[in-house]
Nanobody, 123 residues
């Protein structure tokens, strides 16, 4: 079992930045590929970014490429999502997720989830 806790959400103006963090506990963190997903009100949960177990490989959805950066610290059991140049359409609840195995961008492929953190971008 892996427990995930997100933090760092909040209200920011368009063009601003936020840094989300996800703290993991329960199992060997470096055994897990980590992902960030988001869910806007009335919409399905969508993939944002993922990072391999070593941290060398990353994947992003097209809408955040060049603006968001995913990283991880296997010594501290954390994964971060640096979000720059935020847009109102980035408003959503952001979830951290973990899975054994390689990078995936489908929510159903992830086994463990955090409770989410709200990000609101005002225009």
């Amino acid at each position: 079992q892996v427990q995930l806790v997100e933090s760092g959400g909040g209200l920011v103006q368009a063009g601003g930045s936020l840094r989300l963090s996800c703290s993991a506990s329960g199992r060997t963190f470096s055994d897990y590929t980590m992902g960030w997903f988001r869910q806007a009100s009335g919409k399905e949960r969508e993939f944002v970014a993922a990072i391999t177990r070593s941290g060398v490989g990353t994947q992003y959805t097209d809408s955040v490429k060049g603006r968001f950066t995913i990283s991880r610290d296997n010594d501290k059991n954390t994964v971060q999502l640096q979000m720059n140049s935020l847009k109102p359409e980035d408003t959503a609840v952001y979830y951290c997720a973990a899975r054994r195995g390689t990078l995936r961008s489908t929510a159903n492929d992830y086994e463990y989830w955090g409770q989410g953190t709200q990000v609101t971008v005002s225009s």
